[in-house]
């Protein structure tokens, strides 16, 4: 039995990894809950930053940041004040980030057109981010009990890897 007063008998710890041996990137699977509040897109670029780092995906970090700051933004700007949730995946060769907000859709075709014209606005640079990379992105109808959206994007690592470097021009 583990007590915080006794230390731990021997062999208590033998079945865990070493640990100078970082996550495999295949691992990678994480998750959080932040308040719908401006800050939010901060405290989860950080996290994300944080994380990619522990599974050794630090060359995607800045695609990465980019569209996950996005996504919370305009998950905020569409449903202030509701809590948001931020799933982190990577399986085979690409980062998937996806956000639940709770707005609903709506059931007049007009209203849900200017809504849906509204995130796709929103989410103008992340698509842009996205594209770059070689990557997709979408919205729908959220499976979760509580109903609302969720919006996500697919990163390719290869192509993630390389938003942001700066390739050699023609020489002058």
Same mark, same amino acid.
């Given at each position: /039995?583990?007590?915080?007063?006794? &230390?731990?008998?021997?062999?208590?710890?033998?079945?865990? !990894? &070493?640990?100078?041996?970082?996550?495999? !990137?295949?691992?990678?699977?994480?998750?959080?809950?932040?308040?719908?509040?401006?800050?939010?897109?901060?405290?989860? @670029?950080?996290? %994300? @930053?944080?994380?990619? $780092?522990?599974?050794?995906?630090? =060359?995607? %970090? &800045?695609?990465?940041?980019?569209?996950?700051?996005?996504? /919370?933004?305009?998950?905020?700007?569409?449903?202030?004040? #509701?809590?948001?949730? +931020?799933?982190?995946?990577?399986?085979?060769?690409?980062?998937?980030? *996806?956000?639940?907000?709770?707005?609903?859709?709506?059931?007049? !075709?007009?209203?849900?057109? $200017?809504?849906?014209?509204?995130?796709?606005?929103?989410?103008?640079?992340?698509?842009?981010?996205? #594209?770059?990379?070689?990557?997709?992105?979408?919205?729908?109808?959220? =499976?979760?009990?509580?109903?609302? *959206?969720?919006?996500?994007?697919? +990163?390719?690592?290869?192509?993630?890897?390389?938003? +942001? %470097?700066?390739?050699?021009?023609?020489?002058?």
């Amino acid at each position: /039995m583990l007590s915080p007063f006794m &230390p731990p008998s021997p062999g208590c710890f033998d079945a865990c !990894p &070493p640990v100078d041996e970082p996550p495999s !990137p295949d691992g990678l699977s994480c998750s959080l809950t932040v308040p719908g509040e401006p800050y939010s897109a901060q405290i989860a @670029r950080s996290t %994300v @930053r944080s994380v990619l $780092h522990a599974h050794r995906l630090d =060359r995607v %970090v &800045p695609a990465a940041v980019q569209v996950v700051g996005e996504l /919370m933004a305009a998950a905020w700007y569409l449903d202030p004040g #509701r809590s948001l949730y +931020l799933a982190l995946r990577h399986r085979e060769a690409a980062l998937r980030l *996806t956000v639940y907000d709770g707005h609903a859709s709506h059931a007049h !075709p007009r209203l849900a057109a $200017h809504c849906e014209a509204r995130r796709r606005t929103a989410l103008r640079v992340m698509a842009a981010v996205v #594209r770059d990379c070689g990557g997709a992105w979408g919205f729908g109808e959220s =499976r979760e009990p509580g109903g609302g *959206t969720r919006t996500w994007a697919s +990163l390719p690592v290869a192509g993630a890897a390389g938003y +942001l %470097v700066v390739r050699p021009g023609p020489a002058s």
